[in-house]
């Protein structure tokens, strides 16, 4: 199934809404004292797939989205699964050292978001002919 460019505008910003909700958390925890618990790549793919189902439920074909959208969702992130915690760890220790859940969101989003448009440009390119 491809994934359209309107698709992948909603994921932005359901992604966007999902970063700033853990940053307002990571506030929130600081302010009272509280040490985050380790984020990982694959609690970000489960928020978004959690917030997915929710939106389909909800708002789904008001907006485009067809119903079996969360699935292929599903099998895309577990395809790409390897490429996210690869960039993701060499993001986190080879950058400036920020774990935070915000920062793992926005790198596993964003690893997401090109592994679909990848995935989709292939899907649009006409195969190569040898003449």
Known sequence: ???????????KEYMRDLVEQARQESQAQQAFGF??????PDHAIADLLSILDDRIESEGLQVGMPLEFL???????????????E????ETNLGP???SKARIRELTYAA?????ESDAATEESPPHRDA
């Open 35 to 40: 040490s985050a618990p380790p984020y990982q």
């Open 97 to 99: 050292p920020d774990a």
């Open 1 to 11: 199934m491809r994934v359209s460019g309107h698709i992948i505008g909603l994921l």
């Open 71 to 85: 699935h292929e969702m599903w099998r895309q992130c577990n395809e790409a699964r390897s490429q996210f915690m």
């Open 87 to 90: 960039r993701v760890w060499l």
């Open 112 to 116: 997401l978001i090109t592994h679909l």
